[in-house]
């Protein structure tokens, strides 16, 4: 393939938008859409040919060099997001304290068979089990989403995750949840009723906590998976194109 360019014209227009102020930040985004139709090296041929021509071609080397390409498509890496998020906020919510912690004791009145009521004051099973069914479901959606991941440095992460869990795994099943054979959970009501539940308050609220540690850890793959995404739709050091997305042909004609 080859390029060809005209005697004297200006063709710095085809990179102005890459240094364009905070302002055109959405003309910006449309106008490198574009670039995804410009495959196999030919967006580096052209930086090739106009650093060429001024004089400059030492900078195209400097520029594609910086560039990596994430091995997950964007999809992918979508789902990772999107899961850990949700596992931060499961783990949270079981892990925070003061006025706004599941494990404050309250009163609680229950009703017998013959309609008499009773209140005594302890912990609100019934809410802090329905926090820990979310917590396992947000959990299994990271292991899930991690299937489908070859990044080495989320996939590190989600070890490290899945590490701390088998860490807990003693205490962990004294409450009810039980580790998978492919890393997942499940949780047994029944054995979360009849266990203790201050080990349940151990295990899951406070600073330190198997749930605050688990909180870190979805924030530490959610990271890797932001970083990932962040390499996808560019070109590495060969002129290769990721190709996560395709969109438009503004420069199919200069090929």
Same mark, same amino acid.
């Given at each position: ?15 102005? &938008? ?5 302002? !055109? ?12 139709? #410009?495959?196999?090296? %030919? ?27 994430? &091995? ?8 990772? $997001? ?22 404050? $004791? ?22 802090? +089990?329905?926090?820990?069914? $979310?917590?396992?479901?947000? +959990? ?13 440095? #989320? ?8 590490? !701390? ?11 009810? #949840? ?31 906590? +198997? ?5 870190? $850890?979805?924030?530490? #793959? !959610? ?11 560019? +070109? %590495? ?19």
């Amino acid at each position: 393939m080859n390029v060809s360019l005209q005697s004297g014209a200006d063709y710095s227009y085809l990179f102005r &938008s890459l240094n364009s102020s905070k302002g !055109n930040s959405v003309s910006n985004l449309n106008f490198l859409s574009d670039y995804g139709s #410009i495959r196999n090296g %030919s967006y580096l041929k052209l930086l090739k040919a106009y650093y060429t021509k001024d004089g400059s071609n030492s900078a195209v080397s400097s520029i594609v060099k910086t560039n990596s390409i994430s &091995s997950d498509d964007t999809k992918t890496l979508v789902k990772v $997001q999107s899961s850990t998020d949700a596992l931060k906020e499961s783990a949270y919510a079981l892990c925070s304290t003061g006025k706004n912690s599941i494990f404050t $004791q309250k009163e609680i009145t229950t009703t017998a068979a013959d309609g008499t009521k009773t209140s005594t004051t302890g912990y609100d099973t019934d809410t802090i +089990y329905k926090a820990l069914s $979310q917590f396992v479901t947000d +959990y299994n959606s990271v292991m899930a989403a991690s299937d489908d991941v070859t990044s080495t440095s #989320i996939l590190s992460k989600t070890k490290n995750l899945i590490n !701390n869990t088998a860490s807990n795994s003693k205490l962990l099943s004294s409450v009810g #949840i039980t580790i998978n054979s492919d890393n997942s959970l499940s949780l047994n009501k029944e054995t979360f009723v009849k266990g203790d539940i201050n080990t349940v308050k151990s295990l899951f609220n406070g600073t330190g906590s +198997y749930a605050y540690r688990v909180s870190a $850890q979805a924030s530490l #793959i !959610n990271f890797a998976a932001d970083h990932e995404a962040s390499k996808a739709n560019t +070109y %590495s050091y060969n002129g290769n194109y990721s190709n996560t997305y395709s969109s438009g042909s503004m420069f199919s004609a200069l090929f």
